[in-house]
């Protein structure tokens, strides 16, 4: 389902270029500065492993840097076949090198997608308020996004929160005093103070401005993947940092997407966004396939050596 959805949107989005058009404009890219914005993926790839670590050891463990970056970029590529089941195989996978057990490792990485939704945020809310008229076009121009947030309503999924939030408590409680002295509810208490164990991971961190750097540096690579891209196209040259950001933030909003690797949804974002900085839709798309094309390679190779060299690298570790 999440497939047919990203290649619909990707076939809506490219549903009017031919082939040979698109094969000669991407022979007029140069690559040189397409191959340096992969190697700030990479950096910040290795940089989320590092950070990864810092949590893992503030709760005695001690994995290697090795199944940390593996565990990393297997996530990534399982999330290209399905969306967010990498964040489940992650977990699996640093249980069955590391031995950590899964709920705290599971506890670390939604704590590492609260901290990006935190940064996404607070980037949003820059460049909302440095290229307001920007944001605003951009609703301007796609009436269908500014209509599902102008009828979404807000009061009455508040309502419905509330309900199922007590609804959920309720039936807690009255599970918790009816099942307490069984060994399922013990199991699940367990797994609950493991997984808040992964949560609270940060309290115990004795260097948290490396912490904290790690995860600045992280989106600051990402940044830098989209900006020195520009460079690669004639067209897109004198685009400005700010102009950069902005098209940053709005193709992040297609990343985090429901489809495998942004495919459709980052496109569509990307040159929209583009094309109200002033570029021609056709440039637009060329920059949007050849980038993401690239940035997907780059997860796919990473990922495979990943999967292959885990159950190499430890074996040689037991041996």
């Known amino acids: ?9 990707f076939w809506y989005v490219y549903r009017d270029q031919k082939i040979d058009d698109i094969l000669k404009k991407v022979k007029e890219v140069n690559f040189n500065w397409i191959w340096i ?24 463990y001690n994995p290697s840097f090795a199944n940390s970056f593996f565990s990393v970029m297997a996530t990534y590529i399982i999330n290209l076949a399905v969306p967010r089941l990498g964040e489940i195989a992650r977990p699996s996978i640093i249980k069955k090198y590391e ?32 290229e307001f008229k920007t944001v605003v076009k951009f609703f301007e121009n796609n009436p269908d996004i500014s209509n599902k947030f102008q009828n979404f309503n807000y ?19 009255y599970l918790r005093k009816k099942f307490k002295h069984t060994k399922i509810y013990k199991k699940f208490k367990e797994l609950m103070l493991s997984f808040y164990a992964g949560l609270k991971s940060f309290k115990k961190i004795k260097q948290k401005f490396w912490f904290i750097f790690h995860s600045i540096f992280i989106w600051l690579m990402y940044i830098f993947m989209i ?3 520009f460079y690669a196209f004639d067209y897109t040259k004198n685009i400005t940092f700010i102009q950069g950001l902005t098209i940053f933030v709005a193709g992040s909003y297609g990343m985090v997407a429901p489809v495998q690797g942004g495919i459709g949804a980052w496109h569509f974002m990307i040159i929209s966004t583009l094309i109200i900085f002033g570029l021609d839709f056709s440039d637009a798309q060329i920059f949007a ?31």
């Open 1 to 9: 389902m999440f497939l047919s959805i990203g290649v619909f949107l």
């Open 37 to 60: 914005s992969l190697i700030a993926g990479i950096l910040s790839h290795i940089s989320r492993a590092l950070r990864w670590r810092m949590m893992a050891k503030s709760m005695n």
């Open 99 to 130: 031995k950590i057990p899964f709920a705290e490792t599971l506890g670390t990485i939604i704590l590492e997608r609260i901290i990006d939704i935190i940064i996404l945020l607070l980037l949003t809310l820059f460049v909302t308020i440095v």
């Open 155 to 173: 009061q009455k999924a508040s309502v419905i929160f509330g309900i199922i939030a007590i609804i959920s408590i309720v039936v807690i409680i």
């Open 227 to 229: 900006y020195i891209s």
């Open 289 to 319: 396939l050849v980038v993401h094309s690239m940035q997907t390679l780059l997860i796919i190779v990473l990922g495979a050596i990943s999967l292959i060299a885990l159950p190499i690298v430890n074996r040689k570790n037991n041996n």
